[in-house]
């Protein structure tokens, strides 16, 4: 029994601080419910937390499909960590993440809170407790709105919710790829490291409880200090990008334990040794080129991949992501191929790791996957949204469970402030919600009547060809397959790049918001893999806009200006609240990019 016990009031309550929960609660609390966050660690990220440190990979499948970039609040979160931390440090990346929820208006942080039980009425939960233990506090949540972002459902299989765990039979969705029978399989958990260059020889010890490996053993497993593709055809794997300085995603163990949650100490046990030994045969078992090489950093915290799946009205499948399927109510999207580990891990020893099943496009996610079928006030956000496991083996990935998450707490807001259930949402109002706060949804553009701007006259001062100015109000914020969606000026050395949008008549401007390029294939991601560090620009993009002035006038005279230097953001907000009936925008330099390049500009009275 703790020694103190609180309760505690809010209109939305998300468990769970990793990616999708931190997108899942600022949506919510910038949406206008009073929300909280609570996260069983004492860092926020989850698998992209200094604990873990697993890059954030989503639908741009690293740069390989091009201008699939996740946006909104994770794309917010990234701009500002390479901001300030331009050399990736993991620990400024878990206080960027914590200063983004602990000073966001109407959200309560509440961290080293582990949630153990759900107080239930009917098919509503009313409550969740959790204990805090820096404060020996058992801590009572009610909320009319729960939001399971932890993982494993474990809120939902607290409440009663139907949850599943290992593949679907081939014959349930009639899956090309799933197994004629269904089983209780699931991908490992891996331990991450990280090794440094100490210009000299650096001798290892192996630990005596540390196991060993052979070549053999290690045969299907890069594990030279170079880059290595695995796999033939439609199981062609991604490139294995992992070094000595990273440590090995397949590093993995605990996929076909009986139960991968309640034996979860003794699978990072298992994978401590496993990562020790590994280490020994790189440094003592032949030329690895790791002479040099020495341990910085092993992690403590193993990285889940799979555990359980909640059931929502609908299941997404395979067939769903094949097909690139657009659903009526999309509110998330994902394209990272179908990535399926070997449940044994560095067990399977005679197999490839990972059979990696590559797909075209890029397909979305229906809200139905979002909230629970059996508990009416349940939403899921992150990898236990509800899917078949071959699905599941592409939206796991932390930036399509980040945008997910977004979706999730924007729809929780609305059903709290309407006073209706999730499943009661409107989702042409939810869907324009997010696409305003810069999520992208393929398929659907902005319908905004609010917005003013596609009813003002617009002109540039120049254009490059394909990218005239009108791209700023055609509905689509980024390049898409169908074309380019945005104005790029001529080169500013040779003309100043400027946008005048006439209005259709005299208005009282409330607000303004851009969208400019933050280059929607390249990584920004925090990584512990130089590979991937360096294949990132060291501060922001260069096609960002970094010096603009914005002004507005009234029958030809000025009656406001702003000036914004060094910005670091794509979505920029202004409140003028001015009458006006014209509107200029004049770039005066951007992070490197020789040209402005402007996507959607809207504007509100």
Request: glycine share 8%; charged share 25%; proline share 4%.
């Amino acid at each position: 029994m703790a020694l103190h016990s609180l309760e505690k009031q809010f209109d939305v309550v998300v468990i769970g601080g990793g990616m999708s929960g931190i997108c899942a609660a600022i949506a919510s609390a910038r949406n206008g419910a009073k929300t909280a966050l609570v996260q069983s660690r004492g860092v926020l990220g989850g698998n992209a937390s200094s604990e873990i440190r697993m890059h954030i990979v989503g639908a741009s499948c690293h740069n390989s499909k091009k201008n699939l970039a996740e946006g909104g609040i994770l794309l917010e979160i990234l701009l500002e960590n390479k901001r300030r931390n331009p050399y990736q440090n993991f620990s400024i990346w878990d206080s960027v993440l914590w200063e983004k929820v602990h000073f966001q208006e109407n959200l309560t942080l509440f961290l080293n809170t582990d949630v153990r039980s759900a107080q239930m009425e009917g098919k509503r939960i009313l409550s969740v407790t959790g204990y805090q233990n820096t404060t020996e506090t058992d801590l009572t949540f009610l909320a009319d709105i729960f939001i399971d972002a932890t993982g494993h459902g474990t809120v939902g299989v607290l409440a009663g919710a139907k949850s599943r765990v290992g593949s679907d039979g081939k014959a349930e969705f009639d899956e090309p790829t799933a197994p004629d029978q269904p089983n209780t399989d699931t991908m490992g958990s891996t331990i991450m490291f990280q090794a440094v260059n100490r210009g000299k020889p650096v001798p290892f010890e192996k630990p005596h409880w540390a196991y060993s490996y052979t070549e053999e053993d290690l045969k299907h497993r890069s594990h030279y200090n170079c880059t290595k593709t695995l796999g033939e055809g439609d199981n062609k794997a991604l490139p294995d990008f992992s070094t000595f300085d990273s440590g090995y995603w397949w590093l993995e163990l605990g996929g076909d334990n009986e139960d991968n949650i309640k034996n979860a100490e003794e699978i990072r046990d298992e994978l401590l040794k496993t990562l020790y030994g590994v280490w020994d045969h790189i440094k003592n078992a032949g030329d690895h080129g790791a002479e040099n090489y020495d341990l910085e950093w092993v992690g403590m915290v193993p990285g889940y991949r799979e555990s359980r799946r909640l059931e929502g009205p609908y299941l997404l499948n395979e067939n769903d992501v094949r097909a690139n399927r657009i659903f009526e109510d999309a509110v998330a999207y994902g394209a990272w191929p179908m990535d399926v580990h070997t449940p044994g891990g560095i067990l399977d020893t005679d197999q490839l790791p990972s059979a990696v099943y590559n797909f075209e496009g890029h397909y979305t996610i229906p809200y139905r996957c979002y909230y629970s079928k059996d508990v009416d006030n349940l939403m899921m956000a992150g990898r236990n949204i509800s899917t078949s496991k071959m699905a599941f083996s592409s939206t796991r990935v932390m930036g399509t469970c980040a945008i997910g998450g977004q979706a999730a707490g924007t729809a929780a807001a609305m059903a709290v402030n309407e006073k209706i259930l999730p499943a009661q949402v409107n989702v042409s109002a939810l869907q324009q919600r997010l696409l305003r706060q810069d999520c992208f949804i393929p398929g659907f553009k902005n319908q905004d009547e609010k917005d003013f701007a596609p009813l003002c006259r617009i002109h540039a001062n120049g254009a490059k060809e394909n990218c005239p100015a009108e791209n700023v109000v055609n509905g689509i914020a980024r390049t898409t397959e169908e074309g380019e969606n945005a104005w790029e000026s001529l080169p500013l050395q040779e003309k100043k790049a400027q946008l005048t949008l006439a209005f259709d008549r005299a208005r009282q401007v409330g607000s303004i918001q851009l969208a400019f390029d933050p280059n929607f294939t390249r990584e920004i991601m925090p990584s512990i893999t130089s590979t991937v560090r360096d294949r990132q620009c060291r501060g922001l993009p260069d096609e960002l806009v970094k010096d603009y002035t914005i002004l507005l006038r009234r029958n030809g005279a000025i009656v406001w200006q702003q000036t914004i230097t060094e910005n670091g953001q794509r979505l920029n907000l202004l409140s003028p609240h001015v009458e006006a009936d014209e509107m200029e925008i004049t770039v005066l330099a951007t992070h490197g990019h020789p040209a402005a390049r402007i996507y959607e500009i809207r504007l509100y009275e």
